[in-house]
């Protein structure tokens, strides 16, 4: 509506005009050497007006004939790159959909036809991986360096061709050198953090963290947990060094390891590995008490036996009996939870207090049971056995029986599963990557019914192994849950169960 009044505005104002010219017609009259031209007004401005036209028609005709040859190369340059652009993403595609004769035949064209390194040099490199010509694809991405504007890129496609070869020694330096040029940048400073952590370089390690920090690029709580397993790692190789050396040696060394533990104690508390190595090394360096201190806070919150295994032998030379009140105090601190259970059972058993070591797994192995006892539990009834009345039968039954009952919780990982923690998945180079757990139920092990306990008395010839081929036939199989885990286990012997005719029949011999 408001474009046609503009156009009606227009005409009127024209029109008024060329009345307004009708009513005044005027003349115009020229004087030009010696000749006198005459004419009416209108038609001068009219004549004056072609003119104008005219000689403005010819100054755009000029122009553009002397701009032709630079429209020309122009119109070229813009056709070549649209036919550039669209190689290369035909190349791309070709790379997403896995032809590497298309890819490469497209990378050559773009490279031919576009002036975008970036661009053309990327598309070439992945057509030769595609194609599995790696020293070509390294080749593309060396000459990626040459560029400022590609050499982060180039830098990202060395890394990872070096990783693919196994080369971590190049994949190092490369993520060191993009991480240099970048340090804002995710994937660089995690390259560098787990290479360094893999071979086992704990001072680079601590010093990337403090960079990835700075640039925070990972959150406070998980850079704690890292600081945390990198100083735990540090000491503990400092604490195998200092074993190695004698005197003022050993001790110097000795304290140093054990204030890297007592620092990694301090950002991670609940850290079972960190307290268990700052428990020991203080008990070595004369802190016993705060060692204890240490363990018992941990205890509280979450008990492992590698806490319990330290809390044991932290007071040399000490007695039996009170190392059972000890292990008994500890225990107070989380009554219910397996690990204190059995805390309490070795130490009794260390002190030949069979009855308060069967007392402490009785909710296991008893009559009410209500939780299958773990291998660990067969095997300190089997001790506990032999040790009050000599019985092997019932030994041999509950290490057989610890064959395939639940394993204990261990460190595990991908591929890997040990009782010792590692800061780093031995198998795949993971850092901080093995969890507390207990490893999946295989075939052969017991069901959720509880069993009653094993007899106490001498086995029958016929069914049951004898102890020495129980006991290698748990370390055959221990040997191998150490391992990547099966997907399909061997069937293990059956559970012999309780022998109650045995039973009745030593039962007068033990009271007697």
Same mark, same amino acid.
Not at 8 to 32: R, Y
Not at 337 to 351: F, N, P, T, Y
Not at 412 to 434: K, M
């Given at each position: 509506?408001?474009?046609a009044?503009?156009? &009606? !505005?227009?005409v009127?104002? $024209?029109s008024g005009? @060329?009345?307004?010219?009708? #009513?005044?017609? /005027?003349d *115009?009259i020229?004087?030009?050497r010696?000749?006198?031209?005459r ?11 072609l003119a104008?036209?005219?000689v403005?028609?010819a100054y755009?005709?000029?122009?553009s004939f002397?701009?032709t ?5 122009a119109?070229l ?8 652009f669209?190689?290369?993403s035909?190349g791309?595609?070709?790379v997403?959909a896995g ?7 497209y ?9 975008a390194?970036p661009?053309?040099l ?5 057509a030769?991986?595609?194609?599995g ?6 080749a593309?991405?060396e ?8 050499? &982060? !890129?180039?830098?990202?496609g $060395?890394?990872?061709? @070096?990783?693919?070869?196994? #080369?971590r020694? /190049?994949? *190092?330096?490369?993520?060191?050198r993009?991480?240099n040029?970048r340090?804002?940048t995710?994937?660089?400073a995690q390259?560098?953090?787990?290479i360094e ?8 390690a ?15 709580d998980?850079?704690?947990r ?6 735990t790692?540090r ?7 200092a074993y190695?050396?004698?005197g ?9 390891a054990?204030?890297l ?9 609940k ?6 190595l ?22 509280s ?8 295994d330290?809390w044991l ?7 039996g ?6 292990a ?5 601190r989380n009554?219910?939870h ?6 309490v ?9 069979w ?12 009559a009410?049971a209500?939780e ?6 067969c ?6 056995e032999e040790?009050e ?12 029986r610890?064959l ?7 460190w595990t ?7 010792r923690?590692?800061p ?6 993971e850092f ?7 490893p ?8 959720a ?14 069914p049951?192994?004898s102890a020495?081929?129980s006991?290698?036939a748990r ?10 885990v099966?997907?399909?286990q061997?069937?293990l ?9 045995a039973?009745?029949a030593?039962?007068g011999?033990?009271?007697?």
């Amino acid at each position: 509506m408001l474009r046609a009044l503009y156009i &009606f !505005l227009i005409v009127a104002v $024209l029109s008024g005009i @060329a009345i307004w010219l009708a #009513d005044n017609p /005027g003349d *115009l009259i020229m004087h030009w050497r010696g000749y006198e031209i005459r004419t009416s007004f209108v038609v001068g401005v009219g004549v004056m007006a072609l003119a104008a036209f005219l000689v403005l028609l010819a100054y755009r005709i000029i122009v553009s004939f002397i701009e032709t040859p630079a429209s020309v190369s122009a119109y070229l340059e813009k056709r070549r790159q649209q036919k550039g652009f669209l190689a290369l993403s035909r190349g791309m595609v070709a790379v997403a959909a896995g032809d590497a004769a298309d890819a490469k035949r497209y990378a050559a064209q773009a490279h031919k036809l576009l002036d975008a390194p970036p661009l053309t040099l990327l598309l070439a490199a992945q057509a030769a991986q595609l194609e599995g010509n790696e020293a070509a694809a390294t080749a593309y991405f060396e000459q990626m360096l040459a560029a400022p504007e590609t050499e &982060f !890129l180039g830098l990202r496609g $060395l890394f990872i061709q @070096a990783r693919r070869a196994g #080369d971590r020694d /190049g994949a *190092l330096a490369h993520a060191r050198r993009a991480f240099n040029l970048r340090p804002q940048t995710p994937w660089a400073a995690q390259a560098v953090f787990e290479i360094e952590a893999a071979e086992e370089d704990w001072d680079a390690a601590l010093e990337t963290l403090d960079r990835v920090v700075s640039a925070k690029l990972i959150p406070r709580d998980e850079a704690r947990r890292r600081r945390a397993v990198l100083l735990t790692a540090r000491a503990m190789t400092a604490a195998e060094a200092a074993y190695g050396q004698v005197g003022e040696g050993r001790t110097s060394a000795l304290e140093k390891a054990t204030k890297l533990s007592l620092e990694a104690v301090s950002l991670e508390p609940k850290f079972p590995p960190a307290v268990a190595l700052a428990a020991r090394l203080c008990g070595e360096t004369g802190r016993a008490r705060k060692g204890m201190k240490l363990i018992e806070d941990a205890w509280s919150d979450a008990p492992h036996p590698d806490l319990a295994d330290v809390w044991l032998d932290m007071i040399e030379g000490e007695s039996g009996y009170d190392r059972a009140t000890r292990a008994r105090v500890l225990a107070s601190r989380n009554v219910d939870h397996i690990e204190s259970r059995i805390l309490v059972a070795r130490g009794a058993i260390g002190a030949r207090d069979w009855a308060a070591a069967r007392e402490a797994l009785v909710p296991y192995t008893g009559a009410e049971a209500k939780e299958v006892p773990t291998q660990c539990i067969c095997e300190l009834m089997a001790e506990i056995e032999e040790g009050e009345f000599g019985d092997r039968g019932a030994s041999r039954s509950w290490l057989t029986r610890a064959l395939h009952a639940p394993a204990d919780p261990q460190w595990t990982g991908t591929g890997y599963r040990s009782p010792r923690w590692s800061p780093v998945n031995p198998v795949t180079g993971e850092f901080d990557a093995l969890e507390w757990s207990a490893p999946l139920p295989m075939l052969g092990r017991e069901t959720a019914a509880v069993e009653p306990a094993p007899a106490k008395s001498t086995p029958e010839p016929a069914p049951v192994q004898s102890a020495e081929r129980s006991i290698a036939a748990r370390e055959e199989h221990k040997s191998t849950a150490a391992g990547e885990v099966l997907a399909f286990q061997p069937p293990l012997p059956d559970d012999p169960g309780p022998d109650e005719l045995a039973d009745d029949a030593h039962e007068g011999e033990r009271k007697w």
